[in-house]
């Protein structure tokens, strides 16, 4: 089945940049997006962004204005998210998430983004 890693982790300083990585392993057709949300300690889990592999379709958290950036790489299976001008709040855990069926069914473990003031 679709396992999912993801990298980049790390601590930063506000106003730095970080770029996380999912690679996707045993992907099909059936596998028709991907997607990244992240969960800061005592928080639900929260939306972050999302793409389809086959027409690139995006969306992200409305209270993300812009920071963010969610790509892909087709031939590397590799799902990726540019996080600019980080604040404190971003702190939390990353994961990556891959639909089937328009509904998010598989997740990786997990990378961890600390963001210092």
């Known amino acids: 089945q679709v396992q999912l890693v993801e990298s980049g982790g790390g601590l930063v300083q506000a106003g730095n940049s970080l770029r996380l990585s999912c690679a996707v392993s045993?992907?099909?057709?059936?596998?028709?997006?991907m997607a990244w949300f992240r969960q800061a300690p005592g928080k639900e889990r929260e939306f972050v962004a999302d793409?389809?592999?086959?027409?690139?379709?995006?969306h992200y958290a409305d209270s993300l204005k812009g920071r963010f950036t969610i790509s892909k790489d087709n031939a590397k299976n590799t799902v990726y998210l540019q996080m600019n001008s980080l604040k404190p709040e971003d702190t939390a855990v990353y994961y990556c998430?891959?639909?089937?069926?328009?509904?998010?069914?598989?997740w990786g473990r997990g990378t961890q983004v600390t963001v210092s003031s």
């Open positions: 045993g992907r099909t057709f059936s596998n028709d997006a």
């Open positions: 793409i389809s592999w086959s027409a690139g379709s995006i």
């Open positions: 998430a891959a639909s089937v069926t328009s509904s998010y069914v598989y």
